[in-house]
């Protein structure tokens, strides 16, 4: 497994950006589909948006529409998650998830390895 620490979460107003960062460690991150979820407070987590290994397949939950881009260097053993426009909806708790299978779906169960989170809240 790699384990997996996130950062670049933080306080920022709406209609505003913000990029987290999770790094990897452990030669086998390459190998790793990525994906990062999010719990708001009461509610369960939720996926976010996935990427595959090799970075040439990504999907997203529909609730980003289009303010969201998953990216990843895996020279740096890095995946991004570059947000904007943010909403106060957005608020939550991110969290990285990489997963060493193949075929994967948008859910927690799916993703073995898991960060502390990082959590970012959008004000109104």
């Known amino acids: 497994q790699v384990q997996l620490v996130e950062s670049g979460g933080g306080l920022v107003q709406a209609g505003n950006s913000l990029r987290l960062s999770c790094a990897a460690s452990?030669?086998?991150?390459?190998?790793?589909?990525m994906a990062w979820f999010r719990q708001a407070p009461g509610k369960e987590r939720d996926f976010v948006a996935a990427i595959s290994w090799s970075g040439g397949s990504t999907s997203y939950a529909d609730f980003v529409e289009g303010r969201f881009t998953i990216s990843r260097d895996n020279a740096k053993n890095t995946v991004y998650l570059q947000m904007m426009r943010l909403k106060p909806e957005d608020t939550a708790v991110y969290y990285c998830a990489g997963t060493a299978r193949s075929y994967y779906r948008p859910r927690e169960g799916d993703f073995g390895s898991w960060g502390q989170g990082t959590q970012v809240t959008v004000s109104s």
């Open positions: 452990g030669r086998t991150f390459s190998t790793y589909a």
